[in-house]
């Protein structure tokens, strides 16, 4: 049988991998987070080649070359795309090593909680191919909660909703184990996709991905504004005549198509917590929930949440960074590694350990 409780007994690196629908990030124990770069690679239509990876790869994104695309091989935080997932995460890895490190690679890596078998299969064999000697996979959830301070020895209940660019999944956790979860393969990302159709069909205006971005992390938000005529002029592609063009579109304007979006997830947490048992609804009324993901930076998100659900609503420190922190804390701990560790156990048992004491 597999003894985890060894994992800190070898000489090896150890790697906390978050690999998300917008970008992959990397902790080593006690460097702290050493990659942070968008889950994208640049591909060469006509050759296949993978051209760029990463933030290289996203710099392309909109101004592209001709013959060169710039996709993202995840979508709703599961492969979509394996090959270049694979050559994705490689590449990753290899750049998060310290210095030309050739010790043996164990990696923490999550998933997202209704990820299917096979989808679960293809992200364990991209880390293999990656060069990672043993991966050990555990929910998104709960590495969340973690990261976000809650600890595997509460026996009380506590709540965690973390927004991603293409998820949006509650946790609810007592005594290091999720007693409830539900997700929605659904995320921040839908804003951007929300405001390009707005401007599209309202206003006549084209825009890229990095328009959207924009508008969404300085310009909207989640709450009706008091100046809801505060303005700014967006630039694209005019739709009739395809020329360079620009629109000034105001808060006010906007602020429905947000609004719209942000009470989807609203509703989600809502109705997931009816569905909890008595002791555990009890814990959370008295506790509200925390947020955690790039979703929960926008602007007044947790304000909306906090009236929607009428319950105290927190952002953690660092909500990018939630999940990766609390996946670097297994390492501290192998029991409760072990314990939360889900891998299916034809790969756990193929696993090698080396050096055991
Ligand atoms: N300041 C900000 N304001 C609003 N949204 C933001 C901000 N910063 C990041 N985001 C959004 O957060 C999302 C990315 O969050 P995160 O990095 O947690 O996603 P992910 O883990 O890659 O995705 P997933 O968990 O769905 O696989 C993107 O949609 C991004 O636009
Ligand atoms: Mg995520």
Known sequence: ????????????????????????????????????????????????????????????????????????????????????????????????????????????????????????????????????????????????AFGAGVLATDKRASAIVDIGAGTTSVAVIAKGTIVHSASERFGSNEINDMLATHLRRHRGLQVGEETTELLK???????????????????????????????????????????????????????TLTELRPEVAADIYDRGVILTGGGALLEGLDQYMRSYINLAVSVAEEPRYATVNGLVKMFDDPKLLERVTRNELGVLQNAEIPFEA
């Open 217 to 271: 992390t300085t310009f909207v938000s989640s709450f009706l504004p008091d100046d809801i005529s505060r303005a700014i002029d967006v630039r694209g592609r005019d739709v009739q005549t395809g020329s360079p063009s620009a629109v000034e579109i105001t808060t006010g304007e906007v602020y429905p198509v947000v609004e719209a979006v942000v009470r989807r997830i609203a509703a989600l947490v809502k109705d």
């Open 1 to 144: 049988m597999l003894k985890i409780s060894s994992l800190k007994k070898f000489v090896t690196d150890q790697m906390a991998i978050d690999l998300g629908t917008a970008s992959t990030i990397i902790a080593v124990k006690e460097r702290g987070v050493v990659l942070d770069e968008p889950s994208v690679v640049a591909v060469n239509e006509i050759t296949e080649e993978i051209v760029a990876v990463g933030q290289e790869a996203a710099d392309m994104t909109g101004r592209e070359g001709r013959d060169i695309t710039v996709k993202a091989p995840l979508i709703g935080g599961v492969v979509a795309d394996f090959e270049r997932t694979k050559k994705m995460l490689a590449h990753f890895v290899k750049k998060a090593r310290s210095g030309g490190s050739n010790l043996s690679l164990s990696a923490v890596m999550s998933m997202p909680s209704d990820v299917t078998h096979v989808e679960q299969r293809a992200l364990l064999n991209a880390a293999e191919e990656a060069g990672i000697g043993k991966v050990f996979m555990m929910e998104e959830g709960l590495a969340a």
